[in-house]
């Protein structure tokens, strides 16, 4: 019987170790059937595959363990992250400043690690805080006093960042006590000598040539980094299988000379990239890269030749085995799909360039244009899907930038050597210099990107089609025309989907920000309102994504406090949202937004105190002193947004007015005395509170008297 499937046993249990993970994240927030589906399709195809006496048959039962492991493994691992809760702790912490974000870095942002309280206690990982009262460098002992929170990296959108640089805790630092100088580890050392070295010889470009060697871009202007960013470069700043590559070709030609075993030669080249992977903080991408250098000769030595696919999939399951959250990580993604695309697409080119009669001279450049339109067609969907666009020239781009980056990172590493080496850094800076200006240039292109919709299934399917389209599917003419065909068209269909907007209903969505809680109320007629005082780009930004997702015919906003709105967020709400009525439920003025709001022919409407506007849904005005609520109705549902410090917002009970949630700034225990649901920014342990620190996002809705509250 014609094998229709290459089936490559590591590449199957990887994806059944993903759909895994992906199942108990789905379990967290309320959802079993994705996972209980995976379960029943696989053990379909499975017995199946028993029935018919095919050879894969076990290796399907597999693939249904590694699911099964992916997802207790997940439940494990977020069960540790959980253990050690803290929550609205007041204390005394002793620490000592890491160097995360500390190199050329002017940010009042400080990371402790080696954490012990007055008490004795000691906490794991590192904790996050802001100090304002002084300058103190990586090494320094700081005794603090603060209130100290958790961070719950895995909620609505899994912030992996933390779970990266080991972060387990924040905390709101009232004050520094003490300071004694410390001592820096090996690691700081060495980021410390590359970062001074950088800054003084590549003095135009040293934060680009210190990111490209660590993988560290906090020295970098924000500006430039969105450059490489819509330039499609930004790659090359995070340290990954590209820098490992150099540092294999560079070292293996040299014990070449000495015909070495593989794996002798694996084990000497462990030693420099083991270090390596130090000096950048083990990344998940560059234990990808080196776990994949070590399958390449453990392949040469069992069986002479190298599968990278296969290659790829060990080094997925070895990350994922550390840490199952890998997978949320975006750089894992990017990374993974990127090497994915070259083992698909690019290999079945690469054969066809060279069976071709193309002069060798040009078939270089055509094989890393090659290369580059791989990555970027797996990674399409996926950048679509977290940036809203994909950039387009950076296919052209990475031609010429990657070899220049090839030359800067080995010439840059000589110079890293002492005394007259140093000078060679003026090359590497005349160097970047190129790419950053190219990166500018292509950047401000206003057709540099392209943006389309996408849903999470798209991701699927390109993967899917990458596959056959890299032949690892045995079909004859026709039936590659036909599978072709029908993921074009699945293809095609999520992009389509994709600008379906479903109808509203009676609901309520809360945002939290970093200076603002944003509240969407949406009715079963098509209507949607937003409140809050439009100061905080990232609570508007899930504010519009959320109206955006439906059919709503106009759009109120409520501002709560108009002196603080921020112009280029009321803009942006005017551009992009169907706002027919502006209110103001304060009385403060702002002459800016004024003039935004004559500019789009509309005029803020002055809400009186104690007074309700709205049909469908209403907004009512509570003051006790200034504005003390806004009470939002839609349908049965009512939510009473409550501003001011914990005595107001406790005194606001007073009122007598009964909503069925309660918005607060902060978890209050006059809240939880009374037995009310309230939602504020930080988890507590009071009953009844959700933090949004440990949820995320909050989707409040009724049914009968019921009250639903999805964290999604």
């Known amino acids: 019987m014609r094998k229709i499937v290459n089936f490559r046993a590591p590449l199957f249990i990887a994806i059944g170790f993903i759909f895994g993970i992906f199942s108990y994240y789905e379990f967290l927030f309320g959802d079993i059937w994705f996972g209980l589906i995976t379960l029943v399709v696989l053990s379909a195809i499975g017995v199946l595959l028993f029935v018919i006496k095919s050879k894969p048959r076990f290796g399907m039962v597999a693939v249904i363990i590694a699911v099964i492991i992916g997802f207790f493994l997940s439940h494990l691992n977020y069960y540790l992250l959980a253990k050690d809760e803290v929550t609205d702790c007041n204390t005394i912490i002793t620490g000592r400043v890491c160097d995360i974000y500390r190199n050329g870095s002017g940010s009042s942002a400080y990371y402790l690690e080696d954490c012990v309280d007055s008490d004795g206690v000691k906490y794991g990982g590192r904790i996050e805080t802001y100090i304002f009262d002084g300058n103190y460098n990586t090494g320094d002992i700081l005794t603090v006093r603060g209130t100290i929170h958790s961070v719950y990296p895995i909620k609505t959108s899994p912030e992996t960042y933390y779970l990266r640089q080991n972060i387990r805790y924040k905390m709101d630092t009232e004050i520094v006590i003490t300071r004694a100088e410390g001592e820096l580890k090996l690691d700081e050392i060495v980021r410390k000598y590359i970062y001074d070295v950088s800054s003084e010889f590549a003095p135009r470009n040293g934060d680009v040539f210190y990111a490209l060697l660590t993988g560290d871009r906090s020295a970098i202007d924000r500006g430039m980094l969105e450059d490489f960013k819509f330039a499609g470069i930004i790659h090359l700043l995070a340290v990954s299988g590209l820098h490992i590559g150099f540092i294999v070709a560079v070292i293996g030609f040299v014990l070449k000379k000495f015909k070495l075993h593989p794996l002798v030669e694996c084990v000497i080249l462990l030693v420099p990239l083991i270090f390596y992977a130090y000096i ?391 809240y939880a005395d009374n037995n009310l649901v309230t939602l504020s920014y930080y988890q507590s342990r009071l009953p009844l509170n959700y933090g949004a620190n440990k949820y995320g996002t909050f989707t409040i809705t009724q049914k009968g008297d019921t009250i639903s509250i999805k964290f999604r």
């Open 280 to 670: 950048c903080n083990f990344t998940p991408s560059v234990i990808r890269a080196i776990v994949m250098v070590c399958c390449t000769y453990v392949a040469k030595a069992a069986f002479g030749k190298y599968d990278l696919l296969t290659s790829l999939s060990f080094a997925v399951i070895v990350l994922l085995l550390i840490s199952p959250f890998n997978l949320f990580d975006l750089g894992f993604q990017l990374s993974v799909l990127s090497v994915y695309g070259i083992a698909t697409v690019y290999s079945s080119v690469d054969r066809l360039i060279k069976k071709s009669k193309i002069p060798k001279i040009i078939q270089k450049p055509i094989n890393m244009l090659a290369v580059s339109l791989s990555c970027s067609l797996a990674t399409f969907f996926t950048l679509q899907l977290n940036y809203g666009y994909a950039p387009i020239f950076g296919i052209l781009l990475n031609v010429i930038a990657i070899p220049l980056v090839s030359v800067v990172f080995v010439i840059g590493w000589i110079g890293m050597l002492p005394w007259i080496f140093h000078y060679v850094l003026f090359v590497v800076d005349w160097i970047l210099e190129a790419v950053v200006v190219s990166a500018k240039w292509i950047a401000n292109l206003s057709f540099s990107t392209v943006a389309v919709p996408a849903i999470a299934v798209s991701v699927l399917v390109i993967v899917v089609w990458l596959f056959v389209l890299g032949g690892f599917i045995n079909l004859r003419k026709r039936g590659k025309i036909i599978a072709n065909s029908v993921l074009a068209c699945l293809l095609v269909l999520c992009i389509g989907l994709s600008f379906v907007k479903t109808n509203p209903h009676n609901q309520l969505y809360v945002a939290y920000g970093y200076n603002d809680t944003m509240c969407v109320v949406t009715s079963d007629d098509g209507q949607s309102v937003i409140v809050g005082n439009f100061s905080d780009a990232y609570a508007y930004g899930l504010a519009a994504k959320y109206v955006s997702k439906y059919k709503t015919d106009s759009c109120i906003l409520y501002i709560t406090d108009y002196g603080e709105c921020n112009t280029d967020i009321v803009e942006k709400a005017l551009k992009n949202l169907p706002v027919k009525t502006v209110y103001k439920l304060d009385f403060s003025y702002n002459a800016s937004i004024d003039g935004v709001f004559a500019d789009y022919g509309i005029k803020a409407i002055q809400q009186m105190q104690n007074t309700s506007t709205g049909y469908g849904i209403t907004v009512t005005s509570v003051y006790d002193g200034g504005l003390r609520a806004a009470i939002m109705r839609t349908g049965n549902l009512e939510v009473s947004c409550v501003y001011g410090d914990d005595y107001a917002v406790a005194n606001y009970l007073s009122f007598g007015t009964t909503s069925d949630v309660y918005v607060l700034p902060n978890a209050n225990k006059a």
